[in-house]
């Protein structure tokens, strides 16, 4: 069965400051990879998806995304993060590729924390 | 294009009562799916509709079930409701679910008294 693992929980990084989220996955196949940002009250947006190709992956916001195979890793980054960012990160796998739609599979979230 | 929309936004129950969330695709997207976000299980995916049928179920009970209607809006149902079945339940379209990207909406938040 898939699987997705944040090991950071809750994350604190100074205004202006680079970020490094970590997600490890565990799949089949091939993965199809997202990271999505939930601000309070709020639903899931989309940030960056990886499907296949270029293992460094742009998203919106000035987030990108690397995918390493070898090390089932999908880590997100930011280069310089803005009190905006503030909200609940979340990487996902699947849904399964191979026929049927299985659904997105969900780590259990990083709290990101911008200090000031 | 116009988002996804989740009608009602809150809702509260009472234990044993039954409830229905609606939910309008973005337009085009045939695919619609559901997903169970709570503190202790974080999101679960519930179940997926693509063309009025129901594709795949997550891992939850019989007393949730939903539909699909001609025009890709979906329900979902939850009959005979639980204190542990408060949640914020969150619709997600996408154009063919599959390998395409979900869209998620601002989702329901429900309580159970």
């Known amino acids: 069965a898939q699987s997705v693992t944040q090991p950071d929980i809750h994350i604190t990084v100074s205004e202006g400051a680079s970020l490094e989220l970590r997600c490890n996955y565990s799949?089949?196949?091939?993965?199809?990879l997202f990271w999505y940002v939930q601000s309070p009250g709020q639903g899931l947006q989309l940030l960056l998806k990886?499907?296949?190709?270029?293992?460094l992956v742009q998203g919106i916001k000035g987030f990108e995304a690397e995918f390493k195979r070898s090390q089932s890793s999908f880590n997100l980054r930011k280069p310089s993060v803005h009190w905006s960012d503030a909200a609940e990160y979340f990487c996902?796998?699947?849904?399964?590729?191979?026929?049927?739609?299985?659904?997105?599979?969900f780590g259990k979230g990083t709290h990101l924390i911008i200090q000031p | 294009k116009a988002g996804v929309t989740q009608t009602p936004r809150y809702l509260i129950k009472t234990r044993g009562q039954q409830v229905t969330l609606s939910c309008s695709p973005i337009?085009?997207?045939?695919?619609v799916s559901w997903y169970q976000q709570t503190p202790g299980q974080g999101l679960q995916f519930l179940f997926e509709?693509?063309?009025?049928?129901?594709?795949n179920k997550g891992n939850f009970p019989g007393r949730f079930s939903g539909r699909q209607f001609s025009n890709s809006r979906s329900e979902m149902n939850v009959s005979t409701l639980e204190l542990g079945d408060s949640a914020l339940y969150l619709c997600?379209?996408?154009?063919?679910?599959?390998?395409?990207?979900?869209?998620f909406g601002p989702g329901t938040r429900l309580t159970v008294t």
């Open positions: 799949y089949g196949a091939t993965p199809y």
């Open positions: 509709y693509f063309s009025e049928t129901q594709r």
């Open positions: 997600a379209s996408s154009i063919a679910g599959g390998a395409y990207e979900q869209y």
């Open positions: 337009s085009g997207h045939r695919s």
């Open positions: 996902a796998v699947g849904p399964y590729s191979g026929g049927g739609a299985d659904g997105l599979t």
């Open positions: 990886y499907f296949s190709g270029d293992t």
